[in-house]
Protein backbone atom coordinates (compact mmCIF):
# COMPACT_ATOMS: atom_id res chain seq x y z
CA UNK A 1 0.00 0.00 0.00
CA UNK A 2 1.16 3.09 -0.68
CA UNK A 3 1.06 5.84 1.92
CA UNK A 4 -1.19 8.61 2.70
CA UNK A 5 -0.34 12.22 1.63
CA UNK A 6 -1.50 15.16 3.31
CA UNK A 7 -0.97 18.32 0.89
CA UNK A 8 0.95 21.15 2.18
CA UNK A 9 -1.94 23.64 0.54
CA UNK A 10 -4.59 24.36 3.32
CA UNK A 11 -7.43 25.68 0.72
CA UNK A 12 -9.47 29.02 1.43
CA UNK A 13 -12.78 27.62 -0.20
CA UNK A 14 -12.24 30.75 -2.39
CA UNK A 15 -10.78 28.32 -5.10
CA UNK A 16 -11.90 28.09 -8.62
CA UNK A 17 -10.07 25.19 -10.95
CA UNK A 18 -10.16 26.54 -14.55
CA UNK A 19 -10.20 23.46 -16.61
CA UNK A 20 -8.79 24.09 -20.53
CA UNK A 21 -9.54 21.35 -22.39
CA UNK A 22 -9.61 20.18 -26.31
CA UNK A 23 -13.50 21.00 -26.28
CA UNK A 24 -13.77 24.33 -23.98
CA UNK A 25 -13.37 25.78 -20.65
CA UNK A 26 -15.03 24.69 -17.75
CA UNK A 27 -14.98 26.19 -14.31
CA UNK A 28 -15.17 24.56 -11.43
CA UNK A 29 -15.80 25.98 -7.81
CA UNK A 30 -13.57 23.58 -5.30
CA UNK A 31 -14.92 23.04 -1.97
CA UNK A 32 -11.93 23.50 -0.32
CA UNK A 33 -13.99 23.87 3.21
CA UNK A 34 -15.71 20.30 2.68
CA UNK A 35 -12.79 18.16 0.90
CA UNK A 36 -9.69 20.39 2.34
CA UNK A 37 -7.07 17.29 1.79
CA UNK A 38 -8.72 16.80 -1.92
CA UNK A 39 -8.76 20.51 -3.08
CA UNK A 40 -5.33 20.77 -1.48
CA UNK A 41 -4.31 17.79 -3.54
CA UNK A 42 -5.90 18.99 -6.50
CA UNK A 43 -4.78 22.44 -6.23
CA UNK A 44 -0.91 21.48 -5.70
CA UNK A 45 -0.87 18.71 -8.59
CA UNK A 46 -2.58 21.47 -11.37
CA UNK A 47 0.27 24.64 -9.85
CA UNK A 48 2.84 22.15 -10.48
CA UNK A 49 1.24 21.41 -14.08
CA UNK A 50 0.67 17.81 -13.80
CA UNK A 51 -2.64 17.31 -15.12
CA UNK A 52 -1.26 19.61 -18.41
CA UNK A 53 -1.58 17.16 -21.74
CA UNK A 54 -3.42 14.09 -19.80
CA UNK A 55 -6.45 12.56 -21.66
CA UNK A 56 -9.41 11.54 -20.58
CA UNK A 57 -9.67 7.93 -20.92
CA UNK A 58 -12.79 7.12 -19.45
CA UNK A 59 -15.93 7.86 -21.13
CA UNK A 60 -19.66 6.47 -19.89
CA UNK A 61 -22.86 8.17 -21.32
CA UNK A 62 -25.54 9.83 -19.17
CA UNK A 63 -22.44 8.43 -15.79
CA UNK A 64 -19.14 10.10 -15.90
CA UNK A 65 -16.16 11.66 -17.97
CA UNK A 66 -13.12 10.61 -16.31
CA UNK A 67 -9.25 12.00 -16.62
CA UNK A 68 -6.07 12.41 -14.59
CA UNK A 69 -3.84 9.31 -15.15
CA UNK A 70 -0.75 10.73 -15.85
CA UNK A 71 0.01 7.04 -18.28
CA UNK A 72 -2.09 8.90 -20.97
CA UNK A 73 0.30 11.79 -21.36
CA UNK A 74 2.65 10.00 -23.69
CA UNK A 75 -0.36 8.59 -25.51
CA UNK A 76 -1.99 9.76 -28.73
CA UNK A 77 -5.91 10.77 -28.27
CA UNK A 78 -6.84 8.03 -30.28
CA UNK A 79 -4.59 5.57 -28.60
CA UNK A 80 -6.89 6.20 -25.87
CA UNK A 81 -10.24 6.43 -26.58
CA UNK A 82 -9.76 2.93 -28.64
CA UNK A 83 -8.46 1.72 -25.06
CA UNK A 84 -4.93 1.04 -25.78
CA UNK A 85 -2.42 0.18 -23.36
CA UNK A 86 0.53 2.77 -23.35
CA UNK A 87 4.11 3.05 -22.63
CA UNK A 88 3.76 3.49 -19.25
CA UNK A 89 0.48 1.21 -18.52
CA UNK A 90 -3.24 1.09 -19.25
CA UNK A 91 -4.85 4.15 -19.28
CA UNK A 92 -6.96 4.80 -15.92
CA UNK A 93 -4.69 2.77 -13.76
CA UNK A 94 -1.69 5.82 -12.93
CA UNK A 95 -1.45 8.24 -10.29
CA UNK A 96 0.44 10.60 -8.54
CA UNK A 97 2.49 7.81 -6.22
CA UNK A 98 0.59 8.24 -3.38
CA UNK A 99 -2.94 8.13 -1.97
CA UNK A 100 -5.47 10.83 -0.55
CA UNK A 101 -7.74 9.92 2.55
CA UNK A 102 -11.16 9.82 1.41
CA UNK A 103 -13.56 12.76 2.84
CA UNK A 104 -17.17 11.72 1.81
CA UNK A 105 -17.84 10.62 5.16
CA UNK A 106 -17.13 14.21 6.73
CA UNK A 107 -18.10 16.47 3.11
CA UNK A 108 -21.22 17.36 4.45
CA UNK A 109 -22.49 18.59 0.44
CA UNK A 110 -21.16 15.01 -1.16
CA UNK A 111 -23.84 15.25 -3.60
CA UNK A 112 -22.79 14.06 -6.70
CA UNK A 113 -25.31 16.31 -9.12
CA UNK A 114 -24.68 17.08 -12.97
CA UNK A 115 -21.39 18.78 -12.83
CA UNK A 116 -19.61 17.43 -9.65
CA UNK A 117 -16.16 17.17 -9.86
CA UNK A 118 -15.05 14.10 -7.81
CA UNK A 119 -12.24 12.13 -7.38
CA UNK A 120 -11.84 8.51 -8.64
CA UNK A 121 -10.20 5.49 -6.55
CA UNK A 122 -9.99 2.14 -6.39
CA UNK A 123 -11.46 -0.67 -3.71
CA UNK A 124 -9.74 1.05 -1.17
CA UNK A 125 -11.57 4.12 0.50
CA UNK A 126 -7.95 5.67 1.02
CA UNK A 127 -7.00 5.55 -2.54
CA UNK A 128 -7.48 8.62 -4.65
CA UNK A 129 -4.77 10.05 -6.30
CA UNK A 130 -5.12 12.59 -9.18
CA UNK A 131 -7.28 10.84 -11.58
CA UNK A 132 -11.20 12.65 -11.07
CA UNK A 133 -14.43 12.67 -12.76
CA UNK A 134 -17.67 14.68 -13.64
CA UNK A 135 -20.88 13.53 -13.48
CA UNK A 136 -23.11 13.70 -16.64
CA UNK A 137 -26.40 14.07 -14.84
CA UNK A 138 -26.78 13.20 -10.81
CA UNK A 139 -25.35 10.54 -9.39
CA UNK A 140 -26.39 9.91 -6.36
CA UNK A 141 -25.39 6.44 -6.17
CA UNK A 142 -21.63 7.71 -5.58
CA UNK A 143 -22.36 9.72 -3.00
CA UNK A 144 -21.49 7.80 -0.06
CA UNK A 145 -18.46 6.41 -1.64
CA UNK A 146 -16.50 9.16 -3.56
CA UNK A 147 -15.41 12.43 -2.40
CA UNK A 148 -17.45 15.21 -4.20
CA UNK A 149 -14.45 18.23 -4.25
CA UNK A 150 -16.02 21.01 -6.56
CA UNK A 151 -19.12 21.72 -8.60
CA UNK A 152 -19.05 22.99 -12.18
CA UNK A 153 -20.35 26.97 -12.02
CA UNK A 154 -19.63 27.59 -16.06
CA UNK A 155 -19.35 24.87 -18.87
CA UNK A 156 -21.71 22.09 -18.66
CA UNK A 157 -22.11 22.34 -22.42
CA UNK A 158 -18.56 21.41 -22.55
CA UNK A 159 -18.17 18.83 -19.98
CA UNK A 160 -21.40 16.94 -22.18
CA UNK A 161 -18.80 17.35 -25.17
CA UNK A 162 -16.12 15.58 -23.78
CA UNK A 163 -15.23 11.99 -24.87
CA UNK A 164 -12.25 9.19 -24.17
CA UNK A 165 -9.00 10.99 -26.06
CA UNK A 166 -9.59 14.38 -25.57
CA UNK A 167 -7.07 16.43 -24.11
CA UNK A 168 -6.86 18.36 -20.56
CA UNK A 169 -4.47 21.52 -21.90
CA UNK A 170 -4.38 22.81 -18.78
CA UNK A 171 -5.69 22.94 -14.81
CA UNK A 172 -5.54 26.82 -13.03
CA UNK A 173 -6.57 27.68 -10.02
CA UNK A 174 -7.98 31.40 -9.25
CA UNK A 175 -7.97 32.36 -5.61
CA UNK A 176 -5.31 30.04 -4.58
Known sequence: MTSLYTPAYQPTGDEIAVVNTSQGTIRVQLAGKDAPIHVGNFVELAQKGY??????????????????????????????????RGPQGRPGTGGPGYHIKGEWRTNPNNVHEDGALAMARSQDPDSAGSQFYFCLGPQYGLDFNYTVFGQTIEGLDVIAKLRAGDVIESITIENA
Open 51 to 84: YDGLKFHRYVPGFVIQGGCPYTRDMTPAEVARGE
